[in-house]
């Protein structure tokens, strides 16, 4: 562990901590990041530990990064690809463990108040929306592959991911407290089952159904690749990105927090999938055969595209009420209600009583997928220009098939490609948070000052009565961004 002294004086810039720290500051963030900034951060992180925790005098570090997807938007927990990648903006965790199964967390942020609570075989979560579900999540998980009692650990939690922005600030969350718990307890997990692992303790705890995405990159990705993600089962393939071009996020000030309003909105999407996989198998049965296991929409990637194509088309184009789904998937209403509608925390989805939008729910996903493939293809060809179109095809379909988007995100992304961007489109689950642009370098900088000024002060402010422009700064509502690194601990 960490001397908490020498660790003060390396941030610094001086001492016997001082090039293991920029060894790890650099595998972190690359080598084009802010290291004074981070420096500046990570000693902020180190006096609020030491004031809340005046006795420690050993620490380690955890840090995992948010992540921007860049294409691939609900594909994940229907079983198709995802292309995101980490990025610079963090959580970070100073931790010391302690002897007893206590874990007590404070934070660098007065909106997330302390929270303390003990590890056992079963930690009873907090209300929805509650920050230190997040970290009950990480131990939970923990708790299932550890072979004895595990210790808890005083902490601080410090981030610069914004939160409900889209950029994966819970996951960022969980895998920075997972990672600081492993070290404490000297737990090895193989990253790949790690992210399986959190990503179903997530579910738990939230209430939202999840593929596993976010905690795959942060926990895997290397600097200067994005990287490719398949699902059942997890698999990674990187894909080198070329060093000339560069995403720059544009946060829509409209929070979309998985954890509150948005989350039943979420679910039902969820719902409607697995609805769709009902329908395609009954229509397709003749296809797949009655020997293959169809669960998730992925399932069908095999059969072609023209088939598939003429499936969907057969599908009706009004939302569904649960018993006509039933009657044309030749299932019982109380079985696919049992199944369908059961969502991983243990609670079964209330119908709506407009009925379930089937048909542009399973279009967006089968032909999202085959875009993400199309992307790394064309990232690997150097071609840029065809990136960017496949960008743009993704906005159209989460906006107008998945329903996702919101007034504020299309109109940034209309921006976006006015002002020079390739290619634009929402990133995250969506109902809020941010939109990604793709620039070549030279023309970032231009772009982000005509959005600051087209969005941030003239349409935000114009739009909505209250711009939520004077609560975050503009250096988190809009900046630039490269692959990055994922999770580490220094200890």
């Known amino acids: 562990m960490l001397d908490a002294k020498e660790l003060a004086k390396a941030l610094q810039g001086a001492g016997k901590f001082t090039d293991l720290l920029e060894q790890f500051l650099l595998s972190s963030y690359g080598e084009c990041a802010d290291l004074r900034y981070q420096r500046a951060r990570y000693a902020s992180a180190l006096a609020r530990c030491l004031n809340a925790f005046p006795d420690l005098k050993k620490l380690g570090i955890g840090r995992a990064p948010g992540r921007v997807n860049l294409i ?67 131990a939970q998980a923990l708790q299932e592959v550890s072979h004895g009692q595990l210790c808890g650990m005083d902490a601080c939690v410090m981030g610069d991911v914004p939160v409900g922005s889209g950029l994966s600030s819970s996951s960022s969350l969980v895998v920075a407290i997972a990672v600081a718990l492993a070290a404490t307890n000297d737990i090895y997990v193989h990253p790949v089952d790690f992210a399986e692992l959190l990503g179903r303790g997530e579910s738990s705890y939230t209430g ?36 000339d071009y560069s995403f720059v996020v544009c946060n829509s000030l409209i929070a979309a927090e998985k954890s509150g309003a948005v989350r039943n909105a979420y679910n039902r999407r969820v719902i409607e999938c697995r609805l769709g996989v009902a329908l395609l198998r009954e229509i397709l049965k003749d296809v797949i055969g009655t020997e293959r296991d169809l669960t998730y929409l992925g399932g069908l990637r095999h059969i072609s595209p023209r088939k598939l194509s003429s499936a969907i088309d057969s599908l009706p184009d009004a939302a569904l009420s649960l018993r006509q789904v039933a009657k044309l998937a030749g299932i019982p209403v109380s079985r696919i209600r049992g199944s369908a ?13 407009e009925g379930f939008k089937i048909k542009q729910r399973v279009r967006h996903v089968l032909t999202e997928g085959r875009r993400v493939e199309q992307a790394v293809s064309a990232i690997e060809r150097g071609d840029m220009k065809s990136f960017g ?25 209309e921006m976006c490609r006015e002002e020079g961007a390739l290619g634009a489109r929402l990133t995250g689950a969506g109902f809020g948070g941010c939109a990604i642009s793709l620039v070549h370098d030279r023309d970032a900088a231009d772009l982000m000052s005509a959005v600051i000024a087209r969005y941030y002060h003239d349409y935000l402010p114009r739009e909505r009565k209250e711009s939520p422009i004077s609560i975050i700064s503009l250096e988190d509502a809009i900046f630039a961004c490269k692959p990055c690194g994922g999770a580490a601990t220094l200890m």
């Open 389 to 413: 179109r496949l960008l743009n095809e993704s906005h159209e379909s989460c906006a107008t098939d998945y329903e996702v988007s919101t007034p504020e995100l299309d109109a940034l992304v």
């Open 341 to 353: 509608l059961r969502l991983g925390n243990g609670e079964t989805l209330t119908e709506p009583r």
């Open 208 to 243: 939202t159904e999840d593929g596993g995405m976010d905690h795959a990159v942060s926990l895997l990705a290397s600097p200067g690749k994005p990287l490719k993600i398949d699902f059942f089962p997890l698999n990674v393939y990187e894909v080198p990105f070329p060093q």
């Open 72 to 138: 691939g938007e609900h594909t994940d927990y229907n079983g198709l690809p995802v292309l995101p990648m980490a990025i610079e903006r963090d959580t970070v965790v100073l931790f010391s463990p302690r002897k007893d199964r206590r874990v007590n967390l404070v934070n660098t942020s007065f909106y997330f108040p302390p929270r303390s609570f003990d590890i056992s075989r079963r930690i009873r979560p907090y209300a929805y929306g509650n920050w230190g579900n997040y970290a009950k999540a990480a």
